[in-house]
């Protein structure tokens, strides 16, 4: 299984960007796609999460509103569309993804089995 996060980079304040997370291996649609973050000199932290097999969405309180996610079926892909982008943005963002249970908690990563390499996001004035 390989997970390809991609679409960080270096941006301005209040902007929009997207990341992708190309998926491959096996088939994911029993699965969580959830994205993380971890800031320097910071824990990781959750970001949204999205049920492949019907389109759940789950999202933490600091990107909710600004922050959606998606996924192209066809493609394998999963995306974190992230708009008015602020400083606290900035982390590497990590994609992951859990097979889904009654009790899966999208918000705790030790629910994930597998994780892509991550993509840097940088935001400045």
């Known amino acids: 299984v390989q997970l390809q996060a991609s679409g960080g980079g270096l941006m301005q304040i209040g902007v929009s960007l997207r990341l992708s997370c190309s998926a491959s291996g096996r088939t994911f649609s029993s699965y969580v796609m959830g994205w993380f973050r971890q800031a320097p000199g910071k824990e990781r932290e959750f970001v949204a999460a999205?049920?492949?097999?019907?389109?759940?969405?789950y999202f933490s309180d600091s990107v909710k509103g600004r922050f959606t996610i998606s996924r192209d079926i066809a493609k394998n892909t999963v995306y974190l569309q992230m708009n008015s982008l602020k400083f606290g943005d900035t982390a590497v963002y990590y994609c992951?993804?859990?097979?889904?249970?009654?009790?899966?908690?999208?918000?705790?990563?030790?629910?994930?089995?597998?994780w892509g390499q991550g993509t840097e996001v940088t935001v400045s004035s």
């Open positions: 992951a993804a859990g097979l889904y249970y009654y009790n899966f908690q999208p918000d705790n990563d030790a629910e994930y089995d597998y």
């Open positions: 999205l049920s492949w097999s019907d389109g759940r969405t």
